[in-house]
Nanobody, 125 residues
Framework: EVKVTESGGGSVQPGGSLMLSCVVS?????????MAWFRQGSEKTREGVAA???????AYGDSVKGRFTVTRDIAKGILTLEMRNLKPGDTDMYYC??????????????????WGTGIQVTVSS
């Protein structure tokens, strides 16, 4: 059974920093594929935040470029999102996604088969 588990998050004032971590397990020899962070927003489609593939190539959503950094430890199955200069607009539920069959850092939610349950990030003064 594949499990995706997020941790971190919380509340911070505007301009502050937070870190999110995600661990994927249970691939049973498949992968490593790609992993990504999405956030829910107010629309039905989740917004892509950052993704990284098995070669370490990364992609970012336009709204977070220059402020967020995604890194991955493939051996441990860990994905980390460092968020700096946070804004109230970054307040959202963040989800980690993983798929052992992807080989590019894609920010398309429907391409990922495995998801965490989400973790809240709140930016407020």
């Amino acid at each position: 059974e594949v499990k995706v588990t997020e941790s971190g998050g919380g509340s911070v004032q505007p301009g502050g920093s937070l870190m999110l971590s995600c661990v994927v397990s249970g691939y049973d020899g498949r992968g490593p594929g790609s992993m990504a962070w999405f956030r829910q927003g107010s629309e039905k489609t989740r917004e892509g935040v950052a993704a990284v593939d098995s070669d370490g190539s990364a992609a970012y959503g336009d709204s977070v470029k220059g402020r967020f950094t995604v890194t991955r430890d493939i051996a441990k199955g860990i994905l980390t999102l460092e968020m700096r200069n946070l804004k109230p607009g970054d307040t959202d539920m963040y989800y980690c996604a993983a798929d052992p069959g992807l080989y590019r850092p894609v920010l398309v939610p429907r391409l990922y088969d495995y998801w965490g349950t989400g973790i809240q990030v709140t930016v407020s003064s």
